[in-house]
């Protein structure tokens, strides 16, 4: 087993309980922007497209007291690359093995939402070794209509201000980069091949698996987490009420769920649910 000289590097430098580091690894042809806070055991923290590391923002305060988080932005988002302009979840689980490789960490626990989550499900069948336990919020086995409309309604139609401001926010290459987003996004529209995990795939997944889901997603129907929690062997199932995609709050949007979902969070890593 590899050491993990990156988190005795940390401790080394000093970086204390709620420090940060940002930096870039080269992988599978795109440059890999990350953030890493806290020490202690890793925990990967995945956001959604069109988002960027600024999603967990106010995650990490809490959950860098137990955990040394490595927060990166998916290829094309934030800080990161991608020189060919092509986004599949396939080719993003590839690029956080990548990462993980560099930084040396073997096993990992994992937090992801929406296409963070769905990258956790490409990696947890990829290999079902490195992956210790997860959490998948507003996660899909495939993409049904309503996600599909909403994809081709957001690259066709003219952006609102808020919404261009938030986009703005998170990707520094400002709309050139963000259209580039879009497209990437509507391209999801016309796609059954990259996000189309059956039963018997799914059924491979080891690691003991958190199922977070709002009853109200307009991408993704809760009838496909409960799908999802009746696939993956060692799985469990919350769903949230008069809640939407960002069950939560990984995107910015209150959630009237965030202390009791912490709590939830804390019970869950710490295997207390064996």
């Not at 994809?151 to 003219?158: F, I, R, T």
């Not at 952006?159 to 990437?184: A, N």
């Not at 391209?187 to 199922?211: E, G, H, R, W």
């Amino acid at each position: 087993m590899k050491k993990n000289v990156f988190v005795l590097c940390l401790l080394l430098l000093g970086l204390g309980s709620y420090g940060q580091d940002g930096n870039y690894i080269e992988t599978n042809g795109v440059k890999i922007y990350y953030e890493t806070y806290g020490s202690g055991e890793p925990l990967l923290l995945l956001h959604g497209f069109l988002g960027s590391h600024l999603n967990w923002s106010s995650w990490i305060e809490d959950l860098s007291k137990e955990y040394l988080l490595i927060i990166p932005d998916l290829r094309g988002h934030g800080r990161s690359t991608n020189p060919s302009n092509i986004f599949t979840h396939e080719l993003s689980a590839t690029d956080m093995f990548g990462l993980l490789d560099k930084l040396e960490i073997d096993h990992f626990k994992a937090i992801g939402h929406s296409s963070g989550a769905i990258t956790l499900m490409y990696m947890a069948t990829m290999d079902t070794s490195r992956v210790t336990s997860m959490i998948l919020v507003g996660g899909a086995s495939y993409m049904p209509a309503e996600g599909r409309s909403i994809a081709k309604g957001l690259s066709n139609e003219p952006i609102g201000d808020d919404l261009k401001s938030w986009l703005e926010s998170r990707h520094p290459g400002g709309e050139e980069q963000y259209r580039k987003l879009l497209v990437q996004f509507r391209n999801m529209a016309d796609s059954y091949d990259d996000v189309n995990f059956t039963p018997p795939y799914l059924s491979s997944i080891k690691c003991q698996t958190l199922i977070i889901h709002g009853d109200r997603d307009e991408f993704y129907p809760f009838d496909i987490a409960v799908s999802l929690y009746k696939a993956i062997p060692n799985s469990f199932l919350w769903i949230m009420p008069h809640t939407t995609h960002y069950a939560v709050e990984t995107n910015g949007v209150e959630s009237i769920w965030h202390d009791v979902a912490l709590k939830v969070f804390a019970e869950f890593l710490q295997g207390k649910w064996n």
